[in-house]
């Protein structure tokens, strides 16, 4: 057991664990942000995805030990009333079902549109090809995702 | 319009104990005959057990409590629209709660496509008779007759005179108005919410990271825990030793119940490494089977299997025996898992005066009745809490999940969250069972369909047949058996269940029958109805217009035979009381069949929420076009080979097709819609893709099939 100093929404947050425990149970178990989600455990379906210093991490298979003075963000940082222009554009399109993969999914397309503002839809199909919804709302993630960028 | 509403003095009396302000009124929303709408003298209507109910407080709030488990259907949403269409209500100040597990609700579970329909009419009433009132009370005060007051969006309106008052300021005056015998709904195309598109309640809950899910469920001093079941169905434990395992940081216990092995610790990743140090023993109790040996027992059981006789209307030996032409066909299907994205979990805690139970279950009651019996202890001594759903598709339907986390409560003494891994939840059964089925036709010199034979042979499937679904009803002579194997691989509904692979296997074969009396495919299926409708044989328990209907409308919409750019396949399945046709499209590509588009015609009767629906239809063809293509899981020694995401294939963003959603619009009460676009997809696109091959899929997942192997 370790006790991690980590950034984490922009506040200095504690967690005492062991150095290889993935930072998503960190999120989820210590830090009591379970905005992040458990989907596999081995980095196939981007549910746990949060930011890291900008970069989309599968937290489910990243150890805390990794983290260091990194920033990390996570879907309840991402903007603070809700009102990121894909989190507005997931509820004008009503993209979600069950909603579990959703944040994962806005995390992969925020660190994408930060990265590259007006991505083709074929640019937006690559990235978002990697995360898994189970319920189906590929379309509808697609053209969320489209809908933020024209708003950026 | 009629609806009676005549309150028991009893309930009556039990709620005038409570005081405060504002118009409550109690409902049974799943009551089987009409509704009995109860007045509350006070908000606090949930606090006595009244857990369905629909308040209007002195501000002008309108809260609704949404019975039914939600898992994505968005039934939050859509039950509320109902209530609130009636209501004339302001949809921007109507407030939604999931309610609790309550013993008045007596259909509260998802599942079967039958939340909407049940409770359709009961929920226009609630919305109706809170409105006669509110516009009672505002007709007293400004002693005017009703007659000549409306209401519209949370105002009563009296236009002679230009008075108006909010439902806020009318909702102490219209709880004293007495709870009207029969209330008149208003006809549909007066509605203003119903049939639009309405956002889900939760979205920004959702968007924003809310703990919503039941994975999400904290409790100050719970304790986290795993199970170790026997990885091989058919072995039970023998022994074990928890001692490495219960050394390691974190870990309070190791105990045992049933063939469990559970760790608890302090944390799930603790929990999760401990329980890989567990050195248990098992040993063989059934069968150890094979995916190779099903194979081969689908064979002999076809040929030898004891047969149980589903439907037998006129001679079916005769009618091939004087066939000018007959036609078989074989389908066989894996096991699937559900893999819901949220993994099971529950928490529970039992204590000496109770128990409560806290988790994400499409069947609340049923948990609670489990846990009852499991651990000795009353039903009203426990409490059950729903979580909103990380998905279900009938998983949920059982409650594993919830009993194990009650027992091991039990034996530790402690309140438990009890998770499964992805892992766990893959390899842990309850699977859409695998069947095979053989389809033979006899035609006639002219190409008409005089004797249709099906046999389907199921493991752990139950009737792997839908013995009374077309084409049953349109065939002079027709024979429909099934056979069953028994096998410790367990198995359980799954979305749409049996259907969600027979419909694939029996509108493919429908195409191979119209291709060889040479008909076109559409026209087959029309002609058959037509007879059905003509000289129906036996029992039909389809409605013959309804799927008239969304054939025609799929063919038109669709350019069904006008296209040359692509292969396009049909299909159209009734089921769970709606009637869904597809058109999928297929083009070339590499060598390769890739579907573009698929079109889907839905009569699933009065859609609530536009947008839900659409949602619903889309999700049930990604759905039943994922699993058709990529999913199987396939035994070792009763061990499944497929265990997560990386070796169980599930469809992603890349391999969706264009879809295209049409709704009839005929005015009949709503049929459900969670289920039935699912089954039509697999036969649409396997019949475009023999379209655009040649090739008939004949194993799902299509993706091991030879046309997904060759590339040019
Ligand atoms: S939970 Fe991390 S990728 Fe699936
Ligand atoms: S909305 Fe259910 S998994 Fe994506």
């Known amino acids: 057991m370790a006790n991690y100093k980590l950034q984490v929404n922009g506040k200095t947050l504690q967690a005492d664990v062991e150095a ?48 260091g003075s990194s920033q990390v963000i996570t879907i309840e940082g991402l903007s603070e009333q809700g009102d990121h222009p894909l989190q507005k554009a997931w509820d004008e399109i009503d993209v ?31 990235t978002m090809n990697a995360n898994i919804c189970r319920c189906g709302a590929y379309h509808r993630i697609r053209e969320a995702v489209k809908l933020a960028s024209s708003k950026i | 319009m009629k609806s009676t509403t005549t309150n028991s003095r009893r309930d009556f009396l039990k709620m005038t104990a409570i005081t405060g302000g504002g118009l409550v009124l109690g409902f049974n929303w799943f009551s089987a005959e009409a509704n009995a709408p109860v007045k509350f003298s006070s908000i606090g209507a949930g606090d ?29 949403t859509s039950f509320p629209m109902v209530v609130a269409e009636e209501l004339e209500a302001d949809w921007k100040k109507v407030k939604v709660l999931q309610a609790n597990l309550d013993n008045k609700f007596d259909r509260q579970l998802t599942g079967g496509s039958g939340a909407v329909p049940h409770s359709w009419k009961l929920l226009r009433n609630a919305g109706a008779t809170a409105k006669f009132m509110l516009i009672e009370a505002a007709a007293k005060i400004w002693s005017v007759p009703a007659s000549e007051c409306t209401a519209a969006n949370s105002f009563v309106i009296h236009s002679r005179s230009g008075k108006k008052l909010s439902y806020g300021e009318l909702a102490e005056a219209a709880s004293k108005i007495p709870v009207p015998s029969t209330v008149k709904l208003k006809d549909r195309k007066d509605f203003k919410l119903i049939g639009k598109s309405v956002r889900n309640v939760e979205n920004l809950k959702i968007v924003t990271g809310k703990p919503l899910f039941g994975l999400d469920f904290y409790r100050e001093g719970m304790v986290y825990a795993m199970i170790q079941r026997p990885e091989q169905f058919g072995m039970k434990l023998k022994s074990f030793d928890g001692s490495i395992a219960k050394a390691m940081p974190g870990i309070i216990d190791v105990v045992s119940f049933k063939n469990n092995v559970a760790v608890v610790g302090k944390s799930t990743w603790q929990v999760l490494k401990a329980r890989k140090l567990l050195k248990i023993e098992y040993e063989k109790e059934f069968d150890l089977e094979s995916t190779e040996d099903h194979d081969k027992l689908f064979m002999n059981l076809m040929d030898n299997g004891q047969a149980t006789v589903r439907r037998k209307d006129g001679d079916v030996d005769a009618a091939f025996k004087s066939a000018a032409k007959v036609i078989k066909g074989e389908y066989q299907c894996p096991f699937i898992s559900h893999s819901p994205m949220e993994p099971m979990n529950f928490f529970a805690h039992v204590r000496p005066d109770g128990v409560e139970l806290v988790g994400p279950t499409q069947t609340p009651a049923r948990a609670r009745a489990e846990v009852s019996q499991l651990l000795k202890i009353p039903e009203d001594k426990i409490t059950l ?28 003494k402690a309140p438990v969250k009890l998770i499964w891994t992805k892992e766990d939840d893959m390899t842990g059964g309850t699977y859409r069972p695998a069947c095979r089925y053989r389809f033979e036709a006899a035609l006639d010199s002219s190409g008409n369909l005089t004797g249709y034979k099906l046999r389907g042979v199921g493991i752990n499937s139950g009737n792997p047949t839908r013995e009374h679904n077309f084409p049953s009803g349109a065939v002079d002579n027709l024979l429909i058996d099934s056979v069953e194997h028994k096998s410790a691989i367990t198995t359980g509904a799954w979305r749409a269940p049996i259907t969600n692979f027979l419909a694939f296997a029996e509108q493919a074969f429908l195409d191979e029958v119209a291709l060889a009396a040479g008909k076109d495919p559409v026209q087959f299926r029309l002609d058959l109805l037509a007879k059905a409708k003509k000289s129906p044989v036996g029992d039909i328990r389809y409605d013959i217009s309804r799927m008239e209907g969304v054939i025609k409308m799929a063919a038109e919409k669709s350019g069904w035979g006008k296209k040359k750019d692509v292969s396009q396949g049909f299909s159209v399945y009734f089921s769970h009381a709606s009637y869904v046709a597809q058109v999928a ?37 990604v759905d039943g076009l994922g699993h058709a293509m990529y999913s199987k899981l396939s035994f070792r020694d009763g061990a499944a080979d497929q265990n997560n995401y990386n070796n169980y294939r599930l469809i992603r963003m890349k391999e969706v097709p264009e879809i295209e959603t049409h709704f009839v619009d005929n005015g009949i009460d709503p049929t459900g819609l969670g289920e039935p676009a699912l089954p039509p997809t697999g036969g649409a696109v396997a019949n475009a893709i023999f379209k655009a091959t040649g090739k008939r899929m004949r194993n799902q997942p299509f993706i091991e099939e030879d046309v997904f192997k060759t590339v040019s």
């Open chain 2, 585 to 621: 499209e297929v083009i070339m590509r590499n060598g390769l069949p890739v579907v573009k588009k698929i079109y889907a015609v839905s009569d699933c009767g009065q859609v609530v929420s536009m947008n839900g629906a659409s949602h619903q239809v889309m999700g049930g063809i």
């Open chain 2, 385 to 412: 809490q729903l979580t909103r759903l990380g998905g279900g598709f009938g998983r949920r339907l059982k409650n594993d999940f919830a009993t194990e986390a009650a027992e091991l409560s039990s034996i530790i």
């Open chain 2, 48 to 76: 006595v057990g009244f857990n369905s109910y629909l308040s209007i407080s002195t501000e002008g709030t309108i809260t609704i409590l949404s019975p039914n488990p939600e898992l994505g259907q968005n039934i939050i």
């Open chain 1, 96 to 126: 979600a079902q069950c909603g579990y993969c959703q944040a994962g999914q806005i995390m992969t397309a925020a660190a994408l549109l930060k990265q590259n503002p007006k991505p083709s839809m074929d640019e937006i199909e690559v």
């Open chain 1, 20 to 67: 290889d425990t993935p930072l998503l149970w960190v999120l989820r178990d210590h830090l009591g942000l379970v905005g992040t989600k458990y989907g596999c455990g081995i980095a196939q379906c981007g549910a746990c995805t949060v930011h890291v210093n900008g970069s989309p991490t599968r937290s489910c298979v990243y150890p805390v030990s990794a983290v």
